[in-house]
């Protein structure tokens, strides 16, 4: 079974830098879509990032791009979310997430099937 653990979470002021990171154990992340998920208090999850299995395809929430970029190892089984120009509505729990579906599919709907961490929050507030 695959295991995922977030970390770099934290509060951080409007306008700062975050990088979010994401350990991978017990299976082979190369197989794998991957990519963040996030929940604000009230709110559904929405796919933030994703990229795919060989690096070459990624999506983005439209509210993200521009400012977000993610990346992974699969060496390292690490994937990472470079999180710049902060606002508040960026608050929210993120979750690393690794599927079996492509880029698209994995960041449109948050399928339970998938491999979910437990969550690293990011709050964004002066």
């Known amino acids: 079974q695959l295991q995922l653990v977030e970390s770099g979470g934290g509060l951080v002021q409007p306008g700062g830098s975050l990088r979010l990171s994401c350990a991978a154990s017990?299976?082979?992340?190369?197989?794998?879509?991957m990519g963040w998920f996030r929940q604000a208090p009230g709110r559904e999850r929405e796919g933030v990032a994703c990229i795919s299995s060989d690096d070459a395809d990624t999506y983005y929430l439209d509210s993200v791009k521009g400012r977000f970029t993610v990346s992974r190892d699969n060496a390292k089984k690490e994937l990472y979310l470079q999180m710049n120009s902060l606002k508040p509505e960026d608050t929210a729990v993120y979750y690393c997430?690794?599927?079996?579906?492509?880029?698209?599919?994995?960041?449109?709907?948050?399928?339970?099937?998938?491999?979910w961490g437990q969550g690293t929050q990011v709050t964004v507030s002066s």
């Open positions: 997430v690794a599927s079996g579906f492509t880029v698209q599919a994995m960041c449109a709907t948050p399928y339970d099937d998938d491999y």
């Open positions: 017990g299976g082979t992340v190369s197989r794998y879509a």
